[in-house]
């Protein structure tokens, strides 16, 4: 027989046992769909991710060493003398901008309601390097930013716990809040972070005449390199800076942390791609589970067909032909297998990220790429035919005076 009469007789055979034929592929279809929408989660999520953590790739932050420096003594302040070296772009050229911010704790008072909420006094690009949101208002103005404004921006956590949780966000811009001993307008609500959100920021200079009384002195800064490429060479520069600043000549005396995000970055986005690749594995195992199924199968046709090869061989069928129709139909069923189950996994992970983002705002949608969907394709017809080779191999063993003896 030619190949297109092979394949006709093979898929004559398999429609002549249509029930059986869909119950052997089901196994394949659900395992490559399976394969097609755990991937596709796992690059919505991975996605998902570098999208929010993206920002963080290029940041670094510095802040003073608690406790006794490891060579003695204690840990000197970081000061604006620091901020101002750290932004000489002749010893930091890889560093992009220089955010200080200094930080405590203050009570907070709107008419009867009293609460403690965290204090940040920042310059104007604090907003930027923390991407943070405005929910409502403006954020400091260059202007106060750089001066004692008695301006605060506050966020939701602190606007609910002194106005209420039904406050109407617009309607608290311009009112009064008395924080510490000094009256501040609302210039601005911050939108949910998730983390800080019972939070009053400040201008810099109006948290030091006000609040704070450190003249000079800052909690912390908030490093931008100029990419993430450039982050191992922004530490290395902004740490050679730090220790001429500090008098410090050997790494052990150091009185300041710093913290890169990359790697921490960079380490849970393999984690979130191994756990993918794992999950793909496990639903995998439905694949060979399938492909058991149509080596069965095929051994059960091979014994139902045995007196019709055995006619075969016996006109002249060589061997040949034999392992090569049962070769075909094994791989054809598990071939229209793939083919309905990729169907199904790119169909479910399209509609999937249509309707899922309705009911779950932040639930990363599903990405459909070509590379497992074509793995999982061929993964299926390389199951056909190893799952076919033994059948179609006995078959084509079968002598043709045994075969027409069968019963």
């Known amino acids: 027989m030619d190949l297109r009469e092979t394949v006709l007789v093979a898929l004559r055979s398999l429609r002549g046992n249509r029930l059986r034929s869909l119950l052997t592929a089901l196994g394949i279809i659900i395992g490559v769909a399976a394969v097609i929408i755990l991937v596709s989660l796992g690059s919505g999520v991975q996605a998902g991710f570098d999208a929010q953590f993206s920002r963080l790739a290029n940041q670094i932050t510095i802040s003073k060493a608690t406790g006794a420096v490891p060579g003695g003594g204690t840990a000197r302040d970081l000061t604006d003398q ?217 051994l059960v046709a091979v014994t139902e067909r045995t007196r019709e090869i055995g006619i075969r061989k016996a006109i002249g069928a060589p061997r040949r032909a034999i392992l090569t129709q049962f070769l075909f139909e094994a791989v054809i069923l598990t071939g229209l297998g793939g083919l309905i189950g990729v169907l199904v996994g790119v169909g479910v992970s399209t509609g999937g990220g249509m309707v899922l983002p309705r009911f779950i705002s932040e639930f990363p949608p599903p990405i459909v790429t070509p590379s497992p969907v074509l793995i999982a394709f061929g993964v299926s017809l390389l199951i056909g035919i190893v799952a076919g080779v033994y059948p179609a191999n006995r078959a084509a063993r079968l002598r043709p005076i045994e075969a027409l003896r069968f019963e």
């Open 82 to 298: 620091d901020v101002a070296a750290l932004g000489n772009k002749a010893q930091t050229p890889d560093i992009d901008s220089v955010t200080p911010s200094t930080t405590g704790s203050a009570v907070l008072v709107a008419g009867q309601a009293q609460e403690r909420a965290s204090l940040v006094g920042t310059t104007y690009d604090y907003l930027q390097v923390s991407n943070r949101t405005i929910q409502a208002g403006e954020w400091l103005t260059p202007d106060q930013a750089r001066g004692n404004a008695k301006v605060v921006v506050l966020g939701q956590e602190a606007v609910q716990l002194l106005w209420g949780h039904t406050a109407n966000l617009p309607e608290i811009v311009g009112k009064e809040v008395r924080i510490g001993r000094t009256t501040f307008r609302v210039a601005g609500v911050l939108g949910l972070d998730g983390q800080e959100d019972n939070v009053a920021i400040v201008p810099m200079g109006a948290a030091r005449a006000y609040l704070i009384g450190t003249a000079n002195a800052v909690n912390q800064i908030i490093i931008k390199a100029t990419s993430a490429a450039t982050v191992p060479a922004a530490t290395q520069q902004l740490t050679n800076v730090l220790e001429r600043q500090h008098h410090i000549h050997t790494a052990n005396n150091r009185d300041f942390k710093v913290k890169a995000y990359q790697r921490l970055i960079d380490q849970r986005s393999q984690l979130i791609t191994f756990l993918t690749l794992f999950t793909a594995a496990v639903a995998a195992i439905s694949l060979i589970v399938g492909g058991i199924g149509v080596a069965n199968i095929m």
